[in-house]
């Protein structure tokens, strides 16, 4: 039913959304096998699958900094322009791109394996760097260089206000909003190119990253086929505001305030922020990775995400990282092992 659904909405094909998230060793929604290696959990079988889009109106746009409003924005991408080409190795070509989005120019990096495809590809959507010190392809180069090697065409998004790329407008920075387009029109950059499988593409996001894949599967069902998320950050708005806005940025919050008034008088528009509220728009699998000792994103936030898209009826699956923080050290190359079979099963 659900792949029936992506199919309709769109017409296209669909592509893959990797977004990241923390966990906590004690989930009940962990499994883990005698030897205390982290093992998936999926959507329960009894699970109600939840209907499509296509069953169901849009909700209705309240602000058009909202989720909802964004429901009604289809991907704009341009196609990618090569900037000059960075690194040749006997595996991938990585090049310095920009492509359009809406009306801006948005800056990244382009790996394309060696050989003339099709190719599968994958959309990365990084995690939280100050937009001031950024450079671009800067925060996955790891998972840049695992998923070229791997046979994966990738774009690395740098976001509008980062590097190269147009800026970004304060409200829609601090709402992630401006962050989802360029990740959803990025698939439509991607699926301009000749050498790239259009039928088989791809999104990763790690911490912010992930949020933003989470708005982007929300906002745009049947875009990808699967979603990876690393690290995430949570899905409720509010708890990324209180986490890291306010410490940081106690003038941004100020300035949401004075936008939509506060989360006690307004609480709505800050649910019309957050993705949990619309989970039962996803029409793809979601594979989240998230380490046990997570320090950045709580590991509540990650349990209580899988609950919820499981509770949704979507086919979500969170695997626990026993002793790993944030950035993943130790397993990372087990967990980017595992993305990859999974990408590879879901775009078979």
């Known amino acids: 039913m659900r792949e029936v659904g992506r199919r309709a909405l769109l017409g296209a094909v669909p592509a893959v959304a990797l977004v990241g998230c923390t966990g906590d060793a004690d989930s009940p929604d962990a499994v883990r096998t005698p030897s205390g290696s982290p093992t998936a959990t999926s959507a329960a079988p009894s699970a109600t699958p939840a209907p499509t889009p296509t069953e169901t109106p849009l909700p209705e746009v309240r602000d058009p900094l909202s989720l909802p409003a964004l429901m009604r924005q289809p991907p704009d991408g341009g196609r990618v322009r090569v900037l000059r080409t960075e690194v040749e190795t006997d595996d991938y070509t990585r090049e310095q791109v920009t492509y359009r989005s809406d009306d801006l120019t948005v800056s990244g990096v382009l790996l394309r394996p060696r050989g003339r495809g099709p190719f599968p590809a994958v959309v990365l959507n990084h995690g939280y760097i100050e937009p001031s010190v950024y450079v671009t392809g800067q925060g996955l180069a790891r998972e840049q260089d695992a998923l070229a090697r791997a046979g994966f065409v990738v774009l690395h998004?740098?976001?509008?206000?980062?590097?190269?790329?147009?800026?970004?407008?304060?409200?829609?920075?601090?709402?992630?909003?401006?962050?989802?387009?360029?990740?959803?029109?990025?698939?439509?950059?991607?699926?301009?190119?000749?050498?790239?499988?259009?039928?088989?593409?791809?999104?990763?996001?790690?911490?912010?990253?992930?949020?933003?894949?989470?708005?982007?599967?929300?906002?745009?069902?049947?875009?990808?086929?699967?979603?990876?998320?690393?690290?995430?950050?949570?899905?409720?708005?509010?708890?990324?505001?209180?986490?890291?806005?306010?410490p940081g940025r106690p003038e941004a919050v100020d300035a949401l305030y004075d936008r939509f008034g506060t989360p006690a008088r307004a609480p709505q528009a800050y649910r019309d922020l957050s993705a949990r509220a619309y989970f039962d728009r996803i029409t793809e699998p979601v594979l989240a990775h998230h380490g046990t000792v997570d320090g950045t994103c709580p590991p509540e936030w990650a349990r209580t995400t899988q609950r919820l898209m499981r509770r949704a009826g979507v086919d979500a699956r969170l695997r626990w990282w026993p002793g790993e923080d944030h950035a993943f050290y130790a397993r990372w190359q087990d967990s980017m092992d595992q993305t990859i079979r999974f990408l590879r099963r879901r775009m078979a």
């Open 157 to 246: 998004t740098d976001y509008r206000g980062h590097a190269a790329s147009d800026p970004v407008r304060p409200l829609e920075r601090e709402t992630r909003l401006g962050y989802t387009r360029d990740a959803i029109n990025a698939v439509a950059a991607l699926r301009s190119l000749p050498y790239v499988d259009g039928s088989r593409v791809a999104m990763l996001g790690r911490s912010m990253g992930g949020g933003v894949t989470m708005n982007a599967l929300v906002t745009q069902p049947g875009l990808v086929r699967a979603a990876v998320i690393y690290a995430s950050v949570s899905s409720r708005f509010l708890d990324n505001v209180e986490q890291f806005t306010r």
